[in-house]
């Protein structure tokens, strides 16, 4: 089975433009969960989708946002990049809520 | 709310050296998952294990053990006769299904482990 794929894997952009990337689960798997990883705050959960379904979200503010398609693919928008957006943003995918997740790897946004 | 606690930020062994990493967790749900993950340079998470809080049975996969004690709210991780391969940053992490976050992990600070030869 293929893993969870992250696209792009690298990333550069300047303060106020906007960003998507985008999530490819694990094949069968309904929920995606998203994370951000800075040297500063670590790792941090920023939301979860399920069945297309926003379950749970973290203490982002509202310049995040994340959608999921029917096919479980997920993509997270990020509204006018502040230079705190620099990070390293990880998809993980279960195939129900609570198992175990499994990590793509990661995409590395740079804000400039 | 939920808080890991991993206190080592960095351990530095000789290859063949025993290690022990230390996780603390808070929480006030009774029905709660543990989790450990290994980050290498790669950046990619890699999934080690889950532990139920039910389960307190300590478990062995190969060079790797887990001790999951309620009594301190620890889960600690050993690696026996470590490797060089074994140099990566290790994150313990917490998600309590019976808040209706299941799939939300708490992730404590992360542990950088060097092994050198």
């Known amino acids: 089975k293929a893993g969870v794929t992250q696209t792009p894997r690298y990333l550069i952009k300047t303060r106020g433009q906007q960003v998507t990337l985008s999530c490819s689960p694990i094949s069968g798997h309904r929920s995606v969960s998203w994370y951000q990883q800075t040297p500063g705050q670590g790792l941090q959960f920023l939301f979860e989708y399920f069945s297309e379904t926003q379950r749970n979200k973290g203490n982002f503010p509202g310049r995040f946002s994340g959608r999921q398609f029917s096919n479980s693919r997920s993509e997270m928008n990020v509204s006018t990049l502040e230079l705190g957006d620099s990070a390293l943003y990880l998809c993980a995918s279960s195939p129900l809520a609570g198992g175990e997740q499994f990590f793509g790897p990661g995409t590395r946004l740079t804000v400039l | 709310a939920q808080k890991v606690t991993q206190a080592q930020t960095e351990i530095s062994v000789v290859e063949k050296e025993d290690v022990t990493l230390d996780c603390v967790y808070e929480t006030r749900d009774t029905t709660y998952y543990l989790f450990w993950y290994k980050q290498p340079p790669s950046g990619e998470l890699v999934f080690l294990i889950r532990?139920?809080?039910?389960?307190?049975q300590n478990e062995i996969s190969g060079r790797y053990s887990w001790n999951f004690q309620k009594s301190t709210s620890s889960f600690n991780f050993t690696i026996t006769a470590s490797q060089v391969v074994d140099s990566a940053v290790y994150f313990c992490?917490?998600?309590?299904?019976?808040?209706?976050?299941?799939?939300?992990?708490?992730f404590g600070t992360g542990t950088r482990l060097q092994v050198t030869l």
């Open positions: 532990r139920n809080s039910f389960d307190e």
């Open positions: 992490a917490l998600s309590e299904p019976g808040t209706g976050t299941a799939s939300k992990l708490t």
